[in-house]
């Protein structure tokens, strides 16, 4: 009886413990809580010091996050997204299911960056990654005229997909329409996210991927293979810069704020260059892996104002789906 009464009491406690426990939900892309991604080091380290629950959701790519939130609403489970970019940012605040995050971050970005809702935690040149010893182009006009195939991502779920609609948008403005007639031919096929096009690549179904500068250093650390690069394009290379943003109705607002802080920690921002293969949106203190300093720099970065590129991502996606259905 004494056993059984103590096993009881054992149970009692553990029930305690864990109903006392605060959850933290993060709706996040399929990627980042891959067993590659940072997801697992990062719940690691940051359940280490929250004496929380971190749970991530995934959520197809980043384009779908928005799509989820938007359908959810203030019924979501999530307290904080993160993988939005400064594409869906204006379009994120508009549904006003987003809280002030009251950060003060010190951020090493090629760019200004100042958001009341939204902070980044890594960035990135698009680019298109091949095989160094494919002769690439030099801009969207060479690629087209060339025999080349690619693959690329759907702007209607994937923060790639939508990049590259703003990268042709901000680097040949009106004349962006013509530009993806011309490219239609060399699309051997557009993926949902950027895992399956980059896994198309890479079991050879087309020459070049879209994916970023950062890509080729995953090989190089990771497999000890430098035979990938990536092209830098002369009329720029668009960038992405990737945020997290505090769902309005959580009801975990504080642990919200202590998780967005933990991610740009030197802990968080030194797992993103070789898990995430992105740039930190901080330099942690002993500085980026070694490889990162072989990675192409391009000489021009493009990135279009959060309302500039919301104002253009539906006359930009009707060009791309009006080209691709001819």
């Known amino acids: 009886m004494k056993s059984l009464k103590f096993a009881a009491?054992?149970?009692?406690?553990?029930?305690?413990?864990?109903?006392?426990?605060?959850?933290?939900?993060?709706?996040?892309?399929?990627?980042?809580?891959?067993?590659?991604?940072?997801?697992?080091?990062?719940?690691?380290?940051?359940?280490?010091e929250c004496s929380c629950d971190l749970r991530f959701i995934p959520a197809g790519d980043g384009a779908a996050l928005l799509a989820r939130v938007q359908l959810e609403g203030a019924r979501t489970d999530a307290d904080v997204v993160l993988g939005l970019d400064t594409n869906l940012t204006a379009a994120a605040r508009e549904t006003g299911l987003f809280a002030p995050h009251g950060q003060a971050p010190e951020l090493d970005l090629p760019v200004a960056f100042e958001d009341a809702n939204f902070v980044p935690y890594?960035?990135?040149?698009?680019?298109?990654?091949?095989n160094r010893t494919l002769d690439a182009p030099k801009n969207f006009r060479d690629l087209a005229g060339s025999d080349l195939k690619i693959v690329i991502q759907d702007p209607r779920s994937s923060t790639p997909g939508l990049g590259l609609l703003m990268w042709v948008k901000a680097a040949y403005g009106d004349e962006a329409a013509q530009v993806w007639k011309d490219l239609a031919d060399n699309?051997?096929?557009?993926?949902?996210?950027?895992?399956?096009?980059?896994?198309?690549?890479?079991?050879?179904e087309a020459d070049m991927v879209l994916s970023y500068t950062t890509s080729p250093a995953y090989h190089l650390i990771s497999e000890q293979d430098d035979s990938k690069t990536a092209a830098v394009f002369d009329?720029?290379?668009?960038?992405?810069?990737?945020?997290?943003?505090?769902l309005a109705a959580s009801d975990q607002p504080e642990l919200a704020d202590r998780f967005m802080a933990y991610m740009l920690s030197d802990a968080?921002?030194?797992?993103?260059?070789?898990?995430?293969?992105?740039?930190?949106?901080?330099?942690?203190?002993d500085g980026l892996p070694k490889?990162?300093?072989?990675l192409v720099q391009p000489t021009k970065s493009l990135l279009l104002?959060?309302?500039?590129?919301?104002?253009?991502r539906a006359p930009a996606l009707e060009e791309w789906r009006a080209a691709l259905a001819r």
């Open 9 to 48: 009491g054992l149970a009692f406690v553990a029930t305690s413990v864990a109903a006392e426990t605060p959850v933290l939900n993060v709706l996040t892309y399929d990627s980042f809580v891959s067993e590659w991604g940072p997801g697992p080091a990062i719940e690691t380290g940051f359940e280490a």
């Open 122 to 130: 890594d960035w990135g040149w698009f680019a298109f990654v091949h």
């Open 187 to 204: 699309i051997v096929t557009v993926t949902p996210g950027w895992s399956e096009a980059y896994g198309m690549f890479l079991e050879g």
């Open 235 to 246: 009329e720029g290379n668009y960038m992405q810069v990737e945020v997290m943003g505090k």
């Open 268 to 285: 968080a921002q030194a797992v993103l260059p070789t898990t995430n293969w992105m740039y930190p949106a901080h330099v942690p203190a």
């Open 291 to 294: 490889g990162f300093e072989t």
């Open 305 to 312: 104002g959060a309302d500039e590129a919301e104002a253009l």
